[in-house]
């Protein structure tokens, strides 16, 4: 009898290790259970065992994931034709959804994106679609997260990576950019010719106010330089010398007489 049933035993394990089949949903992911092609629930992380002949294991990435949209052709409301890329982070919030509902959710995603840039680059002109870049890329962040979370997906970032323009374009706004470049250097130029005429009126004032500080300056020049001849004229505007005789004049005109030895 004891045979009898370790022999059943033997057999028993035997079944069903080859009906049972073990797998690890990792914490980073999702598993989808299907028992006859129906799904039963999502599996948590772990260990889990299934029927290998009558039950399938999906397992899901519920990591973020970065995807880039290539160059697309859009045309602004001017009727300026453009390519933009987008560059986008997603990860799966529902993978119910994502799996069982969307055939291709990358693709989906793609569209998603797509639909979402051409609307707001449509609806906008080329200055200002250059001048406002960040603030383009977040409405394309808050206008596709809508339709991409109807995915099973949660839509981490979008950005607009680049623009760009047909040749003949980008010699028009190479031009512009030169003549922008070369005003601001007139313009400082000016500036400063205005501040030194603006210092040397001050100045002229000043010495016009004070005739000594001429004196003052020239006597630094001298000092400063070396190996020079500097001839000093007399001021515009000269002082009286005073003159001391050797002798006092009579006060009745007369040439003094020689004095006799």
């Not at 394990?13 to 299907?34: D, F, N, P």
């Not at 052709?73 to 069982?100: C, W």
């Not at 512009?176 to 040397?200: D, F, P, S």
Request: proline share 6%.
């Amino acid at each position: 009898m004891d045979y009898v049933i370790g022999i059943a035993a033997v057999v028993l394990v035997v079944t069903a290790s080859a009906l049972m089949r073990r797998t690890i949903v990792y914490e980073w992911e999702a598993g989808l259970k299907y028992v006859r092609g129906r799904f039963r629930g999502v599996l948590t992380p772990g260990a889990h065992w299934y029927c290998r002949y009558t039950t399938r294991i999906t397992r899901v990435d519920l990591r973020p994931h970065p995807v880039t949209v290539p160059g697309q052709e859009v045309l602004s409301s001017d009727s300026i034709s453009l390519r933009v890329s987008i560059a986008a982070t997603y990860r799966v919030s529902d993978p119910q959804v994502a799996v069982n509902d969307v055939g291709s959710y990358p693709e989906a995603l793609y569209l998603k994106l797509q639909l979402a840039l051409r609307e707001i680059v449509g609806g906008a002109e080329i200055d200002d679609f250059l001048a406002r870049r960040a603030d383009f890329s977040r409405q394309l962040a808050e206008l596709a997260a809508g339709p991409v979370s109807e995915l099973g997906l949660e839509l981490v970032s979008a950005d607009i990576k680049d623009i760009m323009f047909p040749g003949a374009l980008k010699e028009v706004f190479a031009q512009v950019v030169k003549a922008r470049k070369e005003g601001q250097a007139a313009l400082e130029k000016a500036r400063g010719e205005t501040a030194a005429l603006r210092n040397l009126a001050n100045a002229a004032r000043l010495l016009e106010r004070n005739p000594a500080l001429m004196q003052l300056r020239v006597v630094q020049s001298v000092e400063g330089s070396r190996g020079n001849t500097v001839i000093l004229g007399m001021p515009a505007q000269g002082m009286p010398l005073p003159v001391r005789p050797d002798k006092a004049e009579p006060h009745d005109g007369n040439p003094p007489s020689a004095s006799a030895e």
